[in-house]
């Protein structure tokens, strides 16, 4: 079973830049798609972004796309999440998944009950106005 380790987030103003880290540990990294998903307060966890083992398929969400990007060293098992132009509605904690499935990274991003089988810590973004 593979261990995820988060690192990143944080404070920002409404339009700044985090950058999220995922390190894996316990398994061959490029065995999974990993991803990100992220919970508000309140609302339902959301499937912000996913890639696939190769890193050529990715997915997002709609409310982040062309504002976030997600990336994997599979050489340092580890997967990142570039947010910028970063929105007071993208406050969340937001979680790493790896998923060993074989499914579309949409799939993954879409049904993580079904196909996510790991989880990071959690790490806090919160965005000011």
């Known amino acids: 079973q593979v261990q995820l380790k988060q690192s990143g987030g944080g404070s920002v103003k409404a339009g700044g830049s985090l950058r999220l880290s995922c390190t894996t540990s316990g398994s061959t990294f490029d065995d999974y798609i990993v991803g990100w998903f992220r919970q508000a307060p309140g609302k339902e966890r959301e499937g912000v972004s996913c890639?696939?083992?190769?890193?050529?398929?990715?997915y997002y969400a709609e409310s982040v796309k062309g504002r976030f990007a997600i990336s994997r060293d599979n050489a340092k098992a580890t997967v990142y999440l570039q947010m910028n132009s970063l929105k007071p509605e993208d406050t969340a904690m937001y979680y790493c998944?790896?998923?060993?499935?074989?499914?579309?990274?949409?799939?993954?991003?879409?049904?993580?009950?079904?196909?996510?089988?790991?989880w990071g810590q959690g790490t806090q973004v919160t965005v000011d106005s």
């Open positions: 998944a790896a998923s060993s499935a074989h499914q579309v990274v949409t799939n993954v991003c879409q049904q993580a009950n079904d196909f996510v089988h790991s």
């Open positions: 890639i696939s083992r190769s890193g050529i398929s990715s």
